[in-house]
Each structure stands twice: as C-alpha cells, then as structure tokens.
C-alpha cells in the first residue's frame, strides 16, 4: 500500500487506515477474536494506520486494540482520541477540554494501550467553554514530554483549527467526508491546505451505506445505531438515498468494482493530502475496503459520479440535531 503524509511535521501514514470503534460499540455485536484477525490483517496489508479512541466501548476499543498490536508496534501508525468523557457503565458526561483531563486522559490511554507513546492524539470534540488555547497547550506538554508525537483534532471549524495550529503545529484534522458528506469542502478543506494540515476522512462510506450492502432500514440489527441516531437511515430518508447510491453502483459495476470501493476511490482522488479510515470488524470486507486503492478514476469518471451524486443530494443531516449543535463549526 502506498504512503501519504499528513501535514507539515513528517508523518507518514498508509493512504489508507483502519477505523476500529466498530469492533466495540455502536453497529452491532461484535466478535472480538473476528477483530483482532481483522487488525492483523491490516498490518499484514500494509494498512498500518490504525483509529481508535478512548470513549469507544468506552475504553473498551484500545484495550482491544492495544492486544492486538502486541509484538508488532513497530509497524502501526496509532491514533487515538480524548475530549468525550464517558463514564464506565457507557453515560456520557459531556465534551472535556480542560487541560488537566487532557493529561490524565492521555495517561489513561497510554495504559489501555500498552504503549509508551501515541503517534496521533486528536481532541475528539472542540469544547466551547474552554479556549482551544489551553487545551492545545496542554496536548503540546504531551508532546514536549514524549507521550505523543502529533497533534490533531477531529470535527474543529475552520477559526478554531487556526487558533490551535498557532498554539502548536496541528498535523491532522479528522472530520467526516465522502460522497453522503461533504460540507468540508466548502470552508474546512481550504482552511488545512492554506496551513498544511492533513485530513483524515471518518465514515468515508457514508456509515456504510455506501458500500450497497442495506437494502432497506429493517437490515440493520436491533442494536446497531444508525437507525436511531443518523436521520440519513430513518425509514423517511432510506429509500431516496438508496437511490443515488444504486446509481454510484452502476458505475462501479462498469469498472469491476464495488460501490463502496468507488467510493473510498472517489476521497483518494481528492487530494494527497487525504487519507480515508474505513471502519469494520471483518477481514472480508476490510479486504474489499483496501481494494479501492489501486482503482484509477479519469475526469470522466470522476464527474460522472458527481452526477450520479451531486454536493447536497443526501436526504437527512449526518447526525441528529442535537449532535450537529454540539459540533464546532
């Protein structure tokens, strides 16, 4: 798998990563032993890059992940993330910035882990009641002590991702994109190319519903989430965005590939500076996520898809109301 660098520090990453909060919480059970297999495989691919954060299960994923990196840390690029505080029994406490949960956050991490550093530590949540400031200047003593060695932050708009990048180089920025979710475009992209940030692109199949795999809302298990909390699979949206992805379909099939394949094609045509992390908890379809990237796309194809799909055709917001209000923009 070939390399892409994300921001202006050096750090290389696989062009493509693994996103692994699947393997724990969220979209159905999950097999742990299936997981594990499923990060060795990646590893084995050259898909190194891995994801995960410490409300996932919650901590559950990077004790999980930290397992299944045992004996092979020299090979994996590790992200994980703080800033949405849960309690052990999974209730959520709110978004944290304060400087000190930052440095007991990362200690925290460092233990599930069974790591001595982390490669990139991303604020998983911009907290709007405490300066970006004094959050990224504590991530920065993190690096200064050598408990981390990039910093990064996920769902940041464009002022605040200038604020933290004067406080401390900002490496990455991990926000949602792809076909189903492109907003990004419009303000964000411009703003991390301008300062040389990189961006990590989350749910770049739209949470799966690009790969064609749901035919209806009533595929999805009774506990999996998407049905309750992404209005994109409420049963009012589902059929009307089953339809643009039928048609992303159709163009894949022309060039031999799956609909989600063309999809993570499609972000890995966008620019270098991208680096997709699709998430699952199966080698099977790990295998056909990491076959997106040898496939080539022309101009031509590239806007056919658009017109298959255009900027804003999705039916339903990314997430429900009161986690859009949340998010910095």
């Not at 919480?25 to 994801?51: N, P, Q």
């Not at 990004?184 to 703003?191: F, G, I, R, W, Y």
């Not at 658009?306 to 339903?316: H, N, Q, Y």
Request: with cysteine.
């Amino acid at each position: 798998m070939d390399k892409r660098t994300l921001g202006g520090q050096g750090l290389e990453v696989s062009e493509l990563g693994l996103g692994c909060m699947g393997m724990s919480e969220f979209y159905g059970t999950a097999d742990e032993s299936e997981a594990v297999a499923t990060i060795h495989r990646s590893l084995d691919l050259g898909c190194t890059f891995l994801d995960t954060a410490d409300m996932y299960g919650p901590f559950t994923n990077e004790k999980l992940v930290g397992r299944a990196i045992g004996g092979r840390r020299g090979e994996v690029v590790l992200a994980t993330k703080f800033g949405n505080e849960r309690k052990p029994d999974g209730t959520m406490v709110g978004v944290n910035g304060r400087p000190q949960y930052v440095r007991s956050a990362c200690d925290a991490s460092l233990d599930r882990l069974g790591v001595d550093y982390i490669d990139l530590y991303y604020q998983h949540r911009v907290d709007k009641n405490v300066p970006i400031e004094e959050t990224v200047g504590a991530m920065a003593d993190l690096v200064e002590q050598g408990k981390v060695r990039y910093l990064g932050l996920s769902e940041a708009g464009p002022t605040t991702v200038r604020r933290a990048h004067d406080i401390h180089p900002i490496t990455a920025l991990q926000s949602e994109y792809s076909l189903f979710s492109r907003d990004v475009e419009d303000a964000v992209l411009p703003t991390t190319r301008e300062l040389g940030i990189g961006f990590v692109a989350y749910s770049p199949l739209g949470r799966g519903f690009l790969s064609g795999r749901f035919r209806s809302a009533e595929d999805l298990p009774d506990d999996d989430v998407r049905g309750q909390r992404f209005p994109r699979f409420a049963r009012e949206n589902f059929d009307k965005n089953l339809e643009l992805v039928d048609r992303v379909k159709e163009i894949a099939a022309e060039k031999g590939a799956m609909p989600g394949q063309l999809a993570i094609a499609w972000l890995l045509h966008q620019g270098h500076d991208i680096v997709p992390i699709p998430g699952t908890k199966k080698v099977t379809y790990l295998e056909e996520n990491l076959g997106a990237a040898p496939i080539e796309l022309t101009g031509d194809d590239l806007a056919r898809i658009e017109e298959a799909m255009p900027k804003g055709s999705v039916f339903g917001a990314r997430y429900a109301e009161a986690q859009m209000d949340a998010i910095d923009r």
